[in-house]
C-alpha cells in the first residue's frame, strides 16, 4: 500500500545540476522522517542526507553540504533532492527513504530508486 515513486534521474554533465523528486502514498506523509540515499555498484548505500516531518532546514553529509538541497512539501506528499555542482564521483542510484520511528516499532520504505549520471 505504502508506495515511494521516484523521478528525475538522468544524464547530466560535471557541473551541472539535476532535481529528483519522490512522490509518497499511503502514508501519513507529515508523521516521516524523508531521506535520499545513494548506492554505486559494489559499495554500500549510503546517507546523502534527510529532512524531519515538519520540514526545515535538512541535514546532510559533508561531501554534499553546498551542493544539494533538501526539501518537502506535506501537501504535495513530496520529497525532493536539488544537486548542484555534480561531480563524476555523485553518480549513482539514488533512492528516497521514509522512515518513522515510534516508541513500539520502527517503520521503513524505500523507493525503486533512479539512476544519476555524471559525464561528458
Known amino acids: 500500500q505504502v508506495q515511494l515513486v521516484e523521478s528525475g534521474g538522468g544524464l547530466v554533465q560535471p557541473g551541472g545540476s539535476l532535481r529528483l523528486s519522490c512522490a509518497a502514498s499511503?502514508?501519513?506523509?507529515?508523521?516521516?522522517?524523508m531521506s535520499w540515499y545513494r548506492q554505486v555498484p559494489g559499495q554500500e548505500r549510503e546517507l546523502v542526507g534527510g529532512?524531519?516531518?515538519?520540514?526545515?532546514?535538512?541535514n546532510y553529509e559533508d561531501y554534499v553540504k553546498g551542493r544539494f538541497i533538501i526539501s518537502r512539501d506535506n501537501g504535495k506528499k513530496t520529497v525532493s533532492l536539488q544537486m548542484a555542482s555534480l561531480k563524476p564521483e555523485d553518480a549513482a542510484v539514488y533512492y528516497c527513504?521514509?522512515?518513522?520511528?515510534?516508541?513500539?516499532?520502527?517503520?521503513?520504505?524505500w523507493g525503486q530508486g533512479t539512476q544519476v549520471t555524471v559525464s561528458s
Open positions: 529532512i524531519s516531518g515538519i520540514s526545515g532546514p535538512g
Open positions: 527513504n521514509a522512515r518513522l520511528k515510534t516508541i513500539q516499532n520502527e517503520y521503513d520504505y
Open positions: 499511503g502514508l501519513i506523509f507529515s508523521s516521516y522522517r
